[in-house]
T-cell receptor
C-alpha cells in the first residue's frame, strides 16, 4: 500500500518551454501533497505544500508564478514549471500524506528528472 | 543550531556489519520520527515510523528514539550490499501542515 507515482520519470526540454509533472497517490486519498526539489548530493528542499481544492502554500524563495501547482482531486497533484530555464534543471519529487493511516508520514514518488537545455 | 543534525558520512562498512545511523534534534515539539532510504536517482522510501521513545523493530532494521536526549537512531543488522543508499531521518510535530524536517542524509556503502 501507500504507493505514489510520478509522470514523467524524466524530461528534456528547451529553454522557455513549460513542463508539467503529475503526482498520483495510487491506493489512498491524499488531501495534502508536497513538492520537493533535490540537487545532486543534497537533501530534499520543500518547494510547496499542496492541499486539495485550495491554493498551494509556497516556501520562501519559491516563485509561485513559475512553479504552478494544482491539486484538483484527492489523488492527483500537478507541478508545472513555466518558461523553464537551465537553472530549473533538477530532480523533482512529490510526496503524499495518507490521511487515513499514519497521517504524520509522507510517501514519496519516484521523482522526475528535468533537464532544460 | 539546525533543527535536525545528521552526519552526512560517507559511511563504509563490510557486508554483515551492524550499522548505526543517528540524528539529533533541538525542538522538543517534534513528536513523530521517520527514517527514509533513498537510492541514487530515486525517491525516498519510508523504512521506519515511530512515535514514542523506545525501540521499534522491523526485520533487520531497528529504530530507536530517546526523546529526553532528542536523539534518534537506526540500526541495520547483517548489512547487505543492497543496503547501500542514503538514509534520511525526518521529523515532524504532527500538527499544522505536517511538514517534515529532514536531516542531510547519511550515505552508506556496504562492501561485499
Amino acid at each position: 500500500g501507500a504507493v505514489v507515482s510520478q509522470h514523467p520519470s524524466w524530461v528534456i526540454c528547451k529553454s522557455g518551454t513549460s513542463v508539467k509533472i503529475e503526482c498520483r497517490s495510487l491506493d489512498f486519498q491524499a488531501t495534502t501533497m508536497f513538492w520537493y526539489r533535490q540537487f545532486p548530493k543534497q537533501s530534499l528542499m520543500l518547494m510547496a505544500t499542496s492541499n486539495e481544492g485550495s491554493k498551494a502554500t509556497y516556501e520562501q524563495g519559491v516563485e509561485k508564478d513559475k512553479f504552478l501547482i494544482n491539486h484538483a482531486s484527492l489523488t492527483l497533484s500537478t507541478l508545472t514549471v513555466t518558461s523553464a530555464h537551465p537553472e530549473d534543471s533538477s530532480f523533482y519529487i512529490c510526496s503524499a500524506r495518507d490521511q487515513g493511516h499514519n497521517q504524520e508520514t509522507q510517501y514519496f514518488g519516484p521523482g522526475t528528472r528535468l533537464l532544460v537545455l | 543550531q539546525k533543527e535536525v543534525e545528521q552526519d552526512p558520512g560517507p559511511l563504509s562498512v563490510p557486508e554483515g556489519a551492524i550499522v548505526s545511523l543517528n540524528c539529533t534534534y533541538s525542538n522538543s515539539a517534534f513528536q513523530y520520527f521517520m527514517w527514509y532510504r533513498q537510492y541514487s536517482r530515486k525517491g525516498p522510501e519510508l523504512l521506519m515510523y515511530t512515535y514514542s521513545s523506545g525501540n521499534k523493530e522491523d526485520g533487520r532494521f531497528t529504530a530507536q528514539v530517546d526523546k529526553s536526549s532528542k536523539y534518534i537512531s537506526l540500526f541495520i543488522r547483517d548489512s547487505q550490499p543492497s543496503d547501500s543508499a542514503t538514509y534520511l531521518c525526518a521529523i515532524t510535530t504532527g500538527a499544522g501542515s505536517y511538514q517534515l524536517t529532514f536531516g542531510k542524509g547519511t550515505k552508506l556503502s556496504v562492501i561485499p
